[in-house]
């Protein structure tokens, strides 16, 4: 098939990998790491080796994640949740600090732009100062290295004795508006892996968070476990660094979450400890309830895992409220006390678990995320990109995107009618979630024998990236015979009305869910018009909402489109009889 | 065989370039004033009275003989699709590459009017397509009765759904008419399908139309079907673009070839999303070529100085509206005029110049924001933005002192930049030989010796 590239710059440009590294060694020969009052405590060089000990001792590490906005509430913060918790008997390892995202941008630019509100360390002390308050070891994940400023912040980080540095998926799926340097940005990305890959023997470790890059978009998790592998290429094998990959926020699965560990243990050629496994957030709402029970089911399987195989991986316990507001010291003592509850009983699981199954699934993945790669890297090649030249490696894949490489060279069986034209070999859990949906929806309907749409055909699409829903639809459809012409994601309504002549159809489908609803059913609706193709039938769902009037919020708009014609019954269960009744 | 005679009959000359390919070098070419309105014969005969004298007679006996033909404006069409964006762009991208020119193009439900606008258009082929596979039949049917009633003589290709190709053809023979039927030319979202249609109207323009007295002696002559000339130029230019087994190619180019009739542009590159537009219409061909039958420096100039305005055009050469207009005149009227004085020149060199700049923008795809709400950059055509060089071709072209500033005629100004996707800054490469049409006759035969010849005549080496 055609591979799309979709290049900012020639990556012909960049600097040869000789000098990229000349560079880094010499920024790098002016580095001390520093010493946190966390290293000071557990007499160790780095986070790294205290996670080794920690493996060896089969003890639970423990990460909370720290958001808040200005120094002074962080550093009370800190104290706060380390007192109490030491109090309670309790204990932490690690915070996870968020930056402000202006300080992923070179300091000459950033007064161009309105800081965000979050952490900004200017000089070497207020960087340092982090590592200062409490003995619990920081970790700084986003608007590190893969952002714009990379270099510096990672330089800073050492300095002071920060020794697991993020995030290398953020290069792939953070944009900086208005920055557009991606020339300098791929170079500042090689540099600050280099520097890292300096001080690998010194325990520093790269942090990626799947979840956060591509790796949130593929469909199949062999190939999200090849993914993993072609960041590690870039990053060890290219490069010389240490690197841990971060996941758990999309997986609702608990199993699933130890048959990942595994996998991700099974790639890592260097035994390097693991960052943390995020809470698995999909499942958190409005309920607290529900999102309390969430949290007993992923961390106790997240801790059974590190029980059984050690891999340095901290538990992240996910305030309750995690997803309505940003959690309160109390809330986040809340969640790390109801964690120590589940590492109290999770060795009663431990041992009745069948771990051979486990594993053998985790070779599953491996060996179609093995497949992946190789499929990727051979591709790459042929494209005439150099494989052996990290910066064109990394560049070119963010070119591709992960839809196109899981299309093109995913793992999967090759399957027509299959999202993305391949059946995953284990669907990722918001796959698993819309297979159920569909399957609820299709085992509902009762026209197998008869197929009402046969012979009808319909043209369907989005009006953004989404596609779950769209997919859902599609294939109820198909299921009742109707002859389904899909237009993909972000489909213009300018390409609408000639499909409908092409394909013969006078039924038109659209997802949204991007707060276009009204605007982009008005403008169909009006090309419709202009075509003289008044007689097709729209109809609209998902999130059928704008902002009206001037207003920031979006509101829901359905009524509007009914009131010009639109389907909005936003129910699947319905739509064939709907469809139906259009041709009757 | 040691050496290749290769002949384009064109209206005003037949020229002929004759080839070492041992050696990878060409060691004769000359020109005649075209005879193809008599006798093409004659002009060949020419051509190889010359070619013999060059060579020898044993050489020329055993030399590999082809030609290519664009008498009379080439091959003309008419396409009749269901919407203008999918099929009727589908079925131009294939009558172009094909080396034809379209007179005429509708979209959707024909009318009796229409009809007779196809009949007027002197077309010597009619492409009918549109549908996606299972998808419009309703349309096809309606268009195929509608032509089949018309008094058109001409043979029909049909390239649509065929899930009616066999219905359609019916509806045309059962009327006395020839139909010949290609795979659909879309047969799904997104997905192009030229080449079986392009195939179709070369074979048609071979066996039928070389719109030339005497082809049936020229033909005799010959060791391959006569090619129509853009056709030819379409290959040399994809030749120059990849390169050979040998040779690095030049990656992404546009060739223009200036003719007295019209303009052709041809861009070798892959259509890529300007800055992530959607692209929306039918997918675009990587080698396109497009013609501008009223873009060109003799018959069709006036219809180019029409679209530029008289007062602008004369205004730009520094003359009068009255000496602009006796200077088309004698253009349309005398078709073989050769510019006499310097205001002439100026005359001709900015006929050129609108000529490449108007066919390369109508080339060219274009981006614009679309819908609002989403703020969506759409993409309509093909992204030329990363061209990195430009050949001209054409006999204005290498008459001309300044032949590079008519060809940087391609390249967006500032008010265009981010809308016109054609390129900011390109090399200049001129075809001062005119082999091009040779080299892509002489491709099927030995690539290395084709390649070597353009680059000599780009003076690349």
């Given at each position: 098939?055609?591979?799309?590239?979709?290049?900012?710059?020639?990556?012909?440009?960049?600097?040869?990998?000789?000098?990229?590294?000349?560079?880094?060694?010499?920024?790098?020969?002016?580095?001390?790491?520093?010493?946190?009052?966390?290293?000071?405590?557990?007499?160790?060089?780095?986070?790294?080796?205290?996670?080794?000990?920690?493996?060896?001792?089969g003890?639970i590490?423990?990460?909370?994640?720290?958001?808040?906005?200005?120094?002074?509430?962080?550093?009370?913060?800190?104290?706060?949740?380390?007192?109490?918790?030491?109090?309670?008997?309790?204990?932490?390892?690690?915070?996870?600090?968020?930056?402000?995202?202006?300080?992923?941008?070179?300091?000459?630019?950033?007064?161009?732009?309105?800081?965000?509100?979050?952490?900004?360390?200017?000089?070497?002390?207020?960087?340092?100062?982090?590592?200062?308050?409490?003995?619990?070891?920081?970790?700084?994940?986003?608007?590190?290295?893969?952002?714009?400023?990379?270099?510096?912040?990672?330089?800073?980080?050492?300095?002071?004795?920060?020794?697991?540095?993020?995030?290398?998926?953020?290069?792939?799926?953070?944009?900086?508006?208005?920055?557009?340097?991606?020339?300098?940005?791929?170079?500042?990305?090689?540099?600050?892996?280099?520097?890292?890959?300096?001080?690998?023997?010194?325990?520093?470790?790269?942090?990626?968070?799947?979840?956060?890059?591509?790796?949130?978009?593929?469909?199949?998790?062999?190939?999200?476990?090849?993914?993993?592998?072609?960041?590690?290429?870039?990053?060890?094998?290219?490069?010389?660094?240490?690197?841990?990959?971060?996941?758990?926020?999309?997986?609702?699965?608990s199993m699933?979450r130890i048959v990942?560990n595994r996998?991700?243990?099974?790639?890592?050629?260097?035994?390097?400890?693991?960052?943390?496994v995020?809470?698995?957030?999909?499942?958190?709402?409005?309920?607290?309830?529900?999102?309390?029970?969430?949290?007993c089911a992923y961390s106790l399987a997240d801790i059974v895992c590190q029980m059984k195989y050690p891999s340095?991986y901290?538990v992240?316990?996910?305030?309750?409220?995690?997803?309505?507001?940003?959690?309160?010291?109390?809330?986040?003592?809340?969640?790390?006390?109801?964690i120590?509850?589940m590492i109290e009983k999770a060795p009663y699981y431990e041992k009745f678990i069948n771990w051979?199954?486990i594993?053998?699934?985790?070779?599953?993945?491996?060996?179609?995320?093995?497949?992946?790669?190789?499929?990727?890297?051979?591709?790459?090649?042929?494209?005439?990109?150099?494989?052996?030249?990290?910066?064109?490696?990394?560049?070119?894949?963010?070119?591709?995107?992960?839809?196109?490489?899981?299309?093109?060279?995913?793992?999967?069986?090759?399957?027509?009618?299959?999202?993305?034209?391949?059946?995953?070999?284990?669907?990722?859990?918001?796959?698993?979630?819309?297979?159920?949906?569909?399957?609820?929806?299709?085992?509902?309907?009762?026209?197998?024998?008869?197929?009402?749409?046969?012979?009808?055909?319909?043209?369907?699409?989005?009006?953004?990236?989404?596609?779950?829903?769209?997919?859902?639809?599609?294939?109820?459809?198909?299921?009742?015979?109707?002859?389904?012409?899909?237009?993909?994601?972000?489909?213009?309504?300018?390409?609408?009305?000639?499909?409908?002549?092409?394909?013969?159809?006078?039924?038109?489908?659209?997802?949204?869910?991007?707060?276009?609803?009204?605007?982009?059913?008005?403008?169909?609706?009006?090309?419709?018009?202009?075509?003289?193709?008044?007689?097709?039938?729209?109809?609209?769902?998902?999130?059928?909402?704008?902002?009206?009037?001037?207003?920031?919020?979006?509101?829901?708009?359905?009524?509007?489109?009914?009131?010009?014609?639109?389907?909005?019954?936003?129910?699947?269960?319905?739509?064939?009889?709907?469809?139906?009744?259009?041709?009757? | 065989?040691?050496?290749?005679?290769?002949?384009?009959?064109?209206?005003?000359?037949?020229?002929?370039?004759?080839?070492?390919?041992?050696?990878?070098?060409?060691?004769?070419?000359?020109?005649?004033?075209?005879?193809?309105?008599?006798?093409?014969?004659?002009?060949?005969?020419?051509?190889?009275?010359?070619?013999?004298?060059?060579?020898?007679?044993?050489?020329?006996?055993?030399?590999?003989?082809?030609?290519?033909?664009?008498?009379?404006?080439?091959?003309?069409?008419?396409?009749?699709?269901?919407?203008?964006?999918?099929?009727?762009?589908?079925?131009?991208?294939?009558?172009?590459?094909?080396?034809?020119?379209?007179?005429?193009?509708?979209?959707?439900?024909?009318?009796?009017?229409?009809?007779?606008?196809?009949?007027?258009?002197?077309?010597?082929?009619?492409?009918?397509?549109?549908?996606?596979?299972?998808?419009?039949?309703?349309?096809?049917?309606?268009?195929?009765?509608?032509?089949?009633?018309?008094?058109?003589?001409?043979?029909?290709?049909?390239?649509?759904?065929?899930?009616?190709?066999?219905?359609?053809?019916?509806?045309?023979?059962?009327?006395?008419?020839?139909?010949?039927?290609?795979?659909?030319?879309?047969?799904?979202?997104?997905?192009?399908?030229?080449?079986?249609?392009?195939?179709?109207?070369?074979?048609?323009?071979?066996?039928?139309?070389?719109?030339?007295?005497?082809?049936?002696?020229?033909?005799?002559?010959?060791?391959?079907?006569?090619?129509?000339?853009?056709?030819?130029?379409?290959?040399?230019?994809?030749?120059?673009?990849?390169?050979?087994?040998?040779?690095?190619?030049?990656?992404?180019?546009?060739?223009?070839?200036?003719?007295?009739?019209?303009?052709?542009?041809?861009?070798?590159?892959?259509?890529?999303?300007?800055?992530?537009?959607?692209?929306?219409?039918?997918?675009?061909?990587?080698?396109?070529?497009?013609?501008?039958?009223?873009?060109?420096?003799?018959?069709?100039?006036?219809?180019?100085?029409?679209?530029?305005?008289?007062?602008?055009?004369?205004?730009?050469?520094?003359?009068?509206?009255?000496?602009?207009?006796?200077?088309?005149?004698?253009?349309?009227?005398?078709?073989?005029?050769?510019?006499?004085?310097?205001?002439?020149?100026?005359?001709?060199?900015?006929?050129?110049?609108?000529?490449?700049?108007?066919?390369?923008?109508?080339?060219?795809?274009?981006?614009?924001?679309?819908?609002?709400?989403?703020?969506?950059?759409?993409?309509?055509?093909?992204?030329?933005?990363?061209?990195?060089?430009?050949?001209?071709?054409?006999?204005?072209?290498?008459?001309?002192?300044?032949?590079?500033?008519?060809?940087?005629?391609?390249?967006?100004?500032?008010?265009?930049?981010?809308?016109?996707?054609?390129?900011?800054?390109?090399?200049?490469?001129?075809?001062?030989?005119?082999?091009?049409?040779?080299?892509?006759?002489?491709?099927?035969?030995?690539?290395?010796?084709?390649?070597?010849?353009?680059?000599?005549?780009?003076?690349?080496?």
């Open positions: 098939m055609d591979i799309q590239i979709k290049r900012r710059f020639n990556e012909n440009e960049l600097p040869d990998m000789q000098s990229v590294v000349a560079d880094a060694e010499k920024i790098a020969s002016g580095i001390s790491i520093g010493e946190t009052l966390f290293m000071k405590k557990h007499g160790v060089k780095s986070e790294g080796e205290y996670k080794r000990k920690m493996m060896k001792a003890k590490t423990k990460h909370t994640h720290i958001g808040w906005n200005d120094w002074s509430t962080t550093e009370q913060g800190f104290k706060r949740v380390y007192e109490e918790l030491e109090k309670a008997g309790s204990f932490i390892d690690r915070f996870g600090v968020c930056l402000d995202w202006i300080m992923g941008v070179p300091e000459n630019y950033r007064d161009k732009f309105q800081a965000g509100g979050g952490l900004i360390f200017k000089t070497q002390d207020e960087w340092s100062a982090i590592g200062q308050v409490v003995p619990v070891q920081p970790h700084l994940g986003d608007h590190m290295i893969g952002s714009l400023n990379g270099v510096d912040n990672t330089v800073n980080a050492l300095g002071a004795g920060v020794t697991t540095i993020g995030n290398l998926a953020h290069y792939y799926t953070y944009e900086y508006p208005g920055l557009d340097m991606e020339l300098y940005r791929t170079e500042d990305y090689m540099k600050a892996i280099a520097i890292m890959a300096h001080f690998k023997d010194d325990g520093a470790i790269i942090h990626s968070n799947l979840d956060d890059g591509y790796g949130a978009q593929f469909h199949d998790l062999a190939n999200l476990v090849g993914w993993a592998k072609l960041e590690r290429y870039i990053a060890e094998d290219l490069l010389g660094a240490r690197v841990s990959h971060c996941y758990g926020n999309l997986f609702s699965d699933l990942f996998a991700m243990t099974m790639i890592d050629k260097y035994d390097t400890p693991g960052s943390f995020n809470g698995n957030t999909i499942d958190y709402g409005m309920d607290i309830s529900r999102n309390y029970g969430a949290l340095g901290a992240a316990p996910v305030p309750l409220t995690e997803a309505m507001r940003v959690p309160s010291v109390e809330e986040i003592l809340e969640a790390h006390k109801t120590d509850m051979e199954k594993n053998s699934e985790a070779e599953i993945l491996v060996t179609g995320g093995n497949a992946f790669f190789e499929r990727v890297i051979n591709a790459m090649d042929d494209l005439g990109i150099d494989i052996n030249h990290a910066g064109q490696v990394a560049s070119a894949l963010k070119a591709i995107g992960a839809e196109q490489l899981e299309v093109a060279f995913g793992a999967g069986l090759s399957n027509k009618n299959a999202m993305r034209g391949r059946i995953p070999i284990r669907p990722t859990s918001i796959i698993q979630t819309i297979n159920k949906i569909r399957d609820d929806v299709i085992s509902k309907q009762r026209f197998e024998e008869e197929r009402p749409l046969t012979g009808i055909n319909i043209v369907l699409g989005s009006t953004d990236v989404h596609e779950f829903g769209k997919e859902i639809i599609k294939n109820v459809l198909k299921k009742a015979g109707a002859n389904v012409f899909d237009l993909g994601t972000t489909v213009s309504v300018a390409e609408i009305a000639d499909t409908l002549i092409e394909t013969g159809s006078n039924v038109v489908l659209m997802s949204t869910y991007n707060g276009i609803a009204y605007s982009f059913g008005k403008n169909l609706l009006e090309s419709l018009k202009e075509a003289n193709l008044e007689g097709v039938h729209v109809i609209m769902g998902g999130r059928l909402n704008e902002p009206i009037d001037g207003s920031d919020l979006p509101v829901d708009v359905s009524h509007m489109l009914k009131e010009m014609g639109i389907n909005t019954d936003n129910n699947v269960e319905t739509i064939v009889d709907v469809i139906a009744s259009f041709n009757r | 065989m040691r050496f290749a005679v290769l002949v384009d009959f064109g209206s005003t000359y037949t020229k002929m370039v004759c080839v070492n390919i041992e050696e990878r070098k060409v060691v004769a070419t000359d020109k005649y004033p075209s005879t193809v309105s008599y006798d093409a014969a004659i002009g060949l005969y020419q051509c190889f009275d010359a070619a013999r004298a060059a060579i020898g007679d044993e050489n020329f006996r055993s030399a590999l003989k082809l030609a290519t033909s664009s008498a009379a404006g080439g091959l003309r069409m008419a396409v009749v699709g269901l919407t203008k964006s999918l099929s009727i762009e589908a079925g131009r991208n294939a009558s172009f590459s094909a080396g034809a020119k379209i007179v005429c193009s509708m979209a959707g439900l024909i009318s009796e009017a229409d009809l007779e606008t196809i009949e007027g258009s002197e077309a010597e082929i009619l492409l009918l397509c549109g549908g996606y596979e299972g998808g419009n039949t309703h349309g096809l049917l309606h268009n195929a009765e509608v032509l089949s009633e018309s008094k058109l003589a001409i043979p029909v290709i049909y390239s649509g759904n065929s899930s009616v190709a066999r219905d359609i053809r019916r509806i045309f023979i059962s009327k006395g008419k020839e139909c010949f039927l290609a795979e659909n030319i879309i047969p799904d979202v997104s997905s192009l399908n030229i080449k079986p249609t392009a195939d179709i109207i070369r074979e048609l323009f071979m066996n039928r139309i070389t719109n030339m007295k005497g082809v049936g002696s020229v033909q005799k002559e010959m060791d391959g079907p006569i090619v129509p000339t853009p056709a030819a130029i379409l290959s040399a230019g994809e030749l120059l673009c990849f390169g050979t087994k040998n040779k690095t190619g030049m990656g992404t180019i546009m060739v223009a070839d200036i003719g007295g009739a019209t303009t052709d542009i041809y861009s070798y590159i892959e259509n890529k999303s300007f800055s992530g537009a959607k692209i929306i219409g039918t997918p675009e061909p990587f080698a396109k070529r497009t013609v501008e039958g009223d873009m060109g420096m003799r018959e069709s100039s006036i219809c180019l100085v029409k679209e530029v305005g008289e007062k602008n055009f004369a205004e730009r050469c520094g003359i009068s509206e009255i000496f602009l207009k006796e200077a088309i005149e004698k253009r349309t009227t005398f078709t073989d005029y050769i510019v006499d004085d310097c205001r002439e020149k100026i005359i001709d060199h900015n006929i050129a110049c609108y000529a490449v700049n108007i066919s390369a923008r109508r080339h060219a795809g274009y981006v614009a924001k679309e819908f609002s709400s989403g703020c969506r950059l759409v993409q309509r055509g093909k992204n030329l933005t990363e061209i990195k060089t430009i050949v001209g071709t054409g006999g204005i072209i290498v008459n001309e002192d300044d032949a590079v500033s008519i060809l940087e005629n391609v390249r967006i100004n500032t008010s265009e930049k981010g809308h016109i996707l054609l390129p900011e800054k390109i090399n200049v490469l001129v075809d001062w030989d005119y082999v091009l049409f040779a080299a892509g006759l002489l491709r099927k035969y030995d690539e290395e010796a084709a390649f070597a010849i353009m680059e000599r005549s780009l003076r690349l080496i």
